[in-house]
């Protein structure tokens, strides 16, 4: 049965377009959340599937070397008219998919889970799914993970328009600095004469009704001779208007960085769970205001804490906190074990948030793309690595002041 389309479904393939991820390379950071999601689901198969406008296209895949299938096909394209899990524990017993071409015969699909990749305004763009040949339930655990990884490949692709966005603004930003003599010397040099003389003859004839020939073939050929100069600054001023107030800019406001770092700590709490590994939340002391977009902020620390998370072996420790040091600051420490085991986060930070670009192999670009947003914010990023403590990250955050009104950066 082929499913209907969403109600918003020219908004949603919008919002789809604007992450320009489609037909893109593959990446470590997707692909790490689909062999994840396989692990914990206890499957062969699990992808991060797009759906276009008639296909459903694979970011990543693991247990299948397709890279999409048509949209008539597509059992995410199900998935994405609710808001939450579909699960189908035995697809030759569900009416919507008995009659599917890879579910009939023997080693066809039988069982299939996938969570709705849901953007911050509300838009559906494909699912995290997995897939088996045997019919299976999953228990609330293992739901619990799906949705959080979910979460994790949304979070992933909004942030990276999120920086390139904030990239172009910077560039702007930049070329407006250097083009700012220039807009000096016009305003001050070339066109300041003209622009007197023009006044000077429309106020003549104005206020006394006199034509003076000579002074109107002064303006006519001062006029001529500057329309260039007063075009360039009328485009100087245009780009300063719009520079950095797009509509990927953040958005700026006072809140709450304990509130915010509980909140990423339960986001991430149940993939931790998956792998037996304790989160210790040591986030519950004062409040500490931050001036900051609060969902981009907390997509970042949700972006950290799966890092700690998917580099620690199995039975580790992530202690988070927030605390006041020269500002208000969060830490993550994703402590050694007991055993002399040792997390391998420490590469994937610095190469991610401490080294510019991040050209190592096997470097972590959704770090990477959190280090950007973090500048943004003109926050200060600390890292540490000593054997017996563990890796160390602090992120220091300027003091909040209230009289600031900040509305984009």
Same mark, same amino acid.
């Given at each position: 049965?082929?499913?209907?389309?969403?109600?918003? *479904?020219?908004?949603?393939?919008?919002? $789809?377009?604007?992450?320009?991820?489609?037909?893109?390379?593959?990446?470590?950071?997707?692909?790490?959340?689909?062999?994840?999601? =396989?692990?914990?689901?206890?499957?062969?198969?699990?992808?991060?599937?797009? #759906?276009?406008?008639?296909?459903?296209?694979?970011?990543?895949?693991?247990?299948?070397?397709? %890279?999409?299938?048509?949209?008539?096909?597509?059992?995410?394209?199900?998935?994405?008219?609710?808001?939450?899990?579909? /699960?189908?524990?035995?697809?030759?017993?569900? *009416?919507?998919?008995?009659? @599917?071409?890879?579910?009939?015969?023997?080693?066809? /699909?039988?069982?299939?889970?996938?969570?709705?990749?849901?953007?911050?305004?509300?838009?559906?763009?494909?699912?995290?799914?997995?897939?088996?040949?045997?019919?299976?339930?999953?228990?609330?655990?293992?739901?619990?993970?799906?949705?959080?990884?979910?979460?994790?490949?949304?979070?992933?692709?909004?942030?990276?328009?999120?920086?390139?966005?904030?990239?172009?603004?910077?560039?702007?930003?930049?070329?407006?600095?250097?083009?700012?003599?220039?807009?000096?010397?016009?305003?001050?040099? =070339?066109?300041?004469?003209?622009?007197?003389?023009?006044?000077?003859?429309?106020?003549?004839?104005?206020?006394?009704?006199?034509?003076?020939? *000579?002074? !109107?073939?002064?303006?006519?050929?001062?006029?001529?001779?500057?329309?260039?100069?007063?075009?360039?600054?009328?485009?100087?001023?245009?780009? &300063?208007?719009?520079?950095?107030?797009?509509?990927?800019?953040?958005?700026?406001?006072?809140?709450?960085? %304990?509130?915010?770092?509980?909140?990423?700590?339960?986001?991430?709490?149940?993939?931790?769970?998956?792998?037996?590994?304790?989160?210790?939340?040591?986030?519950?002391?004062?409040?500490?205001?931050?001036?900051?977009?609060?969902?981009?902020?907390?997509?970042?620390? &949700?972006?950290?804490?799966? !890092?700690?998370?998917?580099?620690?072996?199995?039975?580790?420790?992530?202690?988070?906190?927030?605390?006041?040091?020269?500002?208000?600051?969060?830490?993550?420490?994703?402590?050694?074990?007991?055993?002399? $085991?040792?997390?391998?986060?420490?590469? @994937?930070?610095?190469?991610? %948030?401490?080294?510019?670009?991040?050209?190592?192999?096997?470097?972590?670009?959704?770090?990477?793309?959190?280090?950007?947003?973090?500048?943004?914010?003109?926050?200060?990023?600390?890292?540490?690595?000593?054997?017996?403590?563990? %890796? =160390?990250?602090?992120?220091?955050?300027?003091?909040?002041?209230?009289?600031?009104?900040? #509305?984009?950066?």
């Amino acid at each position: 049965m082929q499913a209907p389309l969403p109600t918003n *479904e020219i908004d949603r393939l919008a919002a $789809l377009y604007e992450l320009n991820i489609l037909d893109s390379a593959p990446e470590k950071d997707f692909d790490d959340i689909v062999a994840l999601a =396989s692990t914990v689901c206890g499957v062969p198969m699990a992808l991060v599937s797009l #759906v276009d406008v008639d296909r459903q296209w694979f970011k990543a895949r693991i247990g299948t070397d397709l %890279t999409e299938t048509p949209r008539d096909l597509s059992f995410c394209a199900h998935t994405i008219m609710g808001k939450d899990l579909q /699960v189908v524990p035995d697809a030759t017993q569900d *009416e919507r998919f008995a009659n @599917h071409p890879t579910v009939l015969g023997e080693g066809g /699909v039988r069982f299939y889970a996938g969570a709705p990749l849901i953007t911050t305004g509300g838009f559906a763009l494909g699912c995290l799914c997995v897939f088996d040949t045997h019919p299976r339930r999953l228990d609330g655990e293992q739901l619990q993970a799906l949705r959080a990884l979910a979460r994790q490949v949304t979070s992933q692709l909004e942030l990276r328009r999120y920086a390139s966005s904030l990239a172009n603004t910077t560039a702007r930003l930049q070329e407006l600095e250097r083009r700012k003599d220039a807009l000096a010397g016009l305003v001050d040099g =070339s066109l300041r004469a003209p622009l007197r003389l023009m006044r000077s003859y429309l106020a003549d004839l104005g206020d006394k009704g006199v034509h003076n020939a *000579e002074l !109107a073939d002064l303006v006519g050929r001062a006029t001529a001779a500057h329309v260039r100069g007063l075009t360039d600054l009328l485009d100087h001023l245009s780009s &300063m208007a719009q520079a950095g107030h797009g509509a990927d800019s953040l958005h700026m406001r006072e809140i709450d960085l %304990t509130r915010l770092t509980q909140r990423a700590v339960e986001a991430v709490r149940p993939i931790a769970a998956t792998k037996r590994i304790w989160i210790l939340n040591h986030a519950g002391g004062p409040s500490l205001p931050i001036i900051a977009d609060p969902v981009r902020l907390e997509q970042v620390l &949700m972006q950290l804490l799966f !890092a700690a998370v998917k580099y620690t072996p199995a039975g580790g420790r992530v202690r988070v906190g927030t605390e006041m040091e020269s500002g208000p600051a969060v830490h993550l420490d994703d402590m050694d074990l007991p055993d002399g $085991l040792r997390p391998d986060l420490f590469p @994937h930070l610095y190469y991610g %948030t401490m080294s510019h670009p991040p050209s190592e192999p096997g470097a972590d670009q959704g770090l990477a793309v959190a280090k950007r947003i973090l500048d943004a914010h003109h926050a200060t990023v600390a890292l540490s690595d000593r054997p017996g403590d563990g %890796t =160390s990250l602090h992120v220091v955050f300027p003091v909040a002041e209230k009289e600031r009104e900040l #509305v984009g950066v």
